[in-house]
């Protein structure tokens, strides 16, 4: 029944490294979000993409890259990690403006920078 | 762009009691508000949703309502059991921006048996 998938639960990168989180949804959905989750924090928003290939920088973009080459997958990239990119990572998609529904959640991944 | 604040930032609560979590939003443009549950270690889920033209909905133990003049909308839990414990996020959609979510903060609530 899963219908957004993280490719990883759990992921511990060294500073300076690249590193890839791969969210796949089977739903058709145009919208793919990537959120980063820190406690008192909540939810904040990274990038956004609504089309193939279309990407939209969220809140905090800075540090992120994503790419969106199909529909189904939306990869959020840190080109160099570093400590304070170590946070749960949640990707989320949703069908286009004009449709009023929730998110669908991935399970998150957690990464630690060390 | 669109601000949600969510209180309480923790709840605890007797088993059987009630919990009310509460949100403001400052975009008058936001047309749907949904809230989230999120239990330890799980993904985020929708459980419950309000559109703008809407005061009140329900779905058995629990209630949102939305007052639009305020800006503001709540959840209401009933008759709280254990699995109730959960990190509960609002979220407000601006109907301008494409289907983005503006998330609060969260609130930790603790059903005590």
């Known amino acids: 029944d899963v219908k957004v998938t993280q490719s990883s639960r759990y992921l511990v990168k060294r500073t300076g490294e690249k590193v890839f989180l791969e969210c796949v949804q089977d739903?058709?959905?145009?919208?793919m979000f990537w959120y980063r989750q820190d406690p008192g924090l909540g939810l904040r928003l990274i990038y956004f993409?609504?089309?193939?290939?279309?990407?939209e920088k969220g809140d905090i973009p800075e540090g992120y890259s994503v790419s969106r080459e199909k529909k189904e997958r939306f990869s959020l990239i840190l080109e160099s990690a570093s400590t304070n990119q170590t946070s749960m990572y949640l990707c989320?998609?949703?069908?286009?403006?004009?449709?009023?529904?929730?998110?669908?959640f991935g399970s998150g991944t957690r990464l630690t920078v060390v | 762009g669109e601000n949600v604040e969510q209180h309480p930032s923790t709840l605890s609560v007797q088993e059987g009691d009630s919990a009310v979590i509460k949100c403001t939003y400052s975009?008058?443009?936001?047309?749907?508000f949904p809230w989230y549950k999120q239990e330890l270690g799980k993904r985020p889920q929708l459980i419950i949703d309000?559109?703008?033209?809407?005061g009140e909905k329900k779905d058995q133990r629990i209630a949102v309502t939305l007052n639009k003049t305020a800006k503001h909308f709540s959840l209401h839990i009933t008759e709280t059991q254990p699995e109730d414990s959960a990190v509960y996020f609002c979220?407000?959609?601006?109907?301008?921006?494409?289907?983005?979510?503006?998330f609060g903060t969260g609130t930790s609530l603790t059903v005590i048996p």
């Open positions: 989320a998609s949703s069908e286009s403006m004009g449709v009023v529904y929730g998110y669908t």
């Open positions: 739903m058709d959905h145009e919208n």
């Open positions: 993409s609504y089309d193939v290939k279309m990407k």
């Open positions: 975009d008058s443009a936001s047309n749907y």
């Open positions: 309000i559109r703008s033209n809407v």
């Open positions: 979220a407000a959609r601006v109907f301008t921006v494409r289907n983005q979510f503006y």
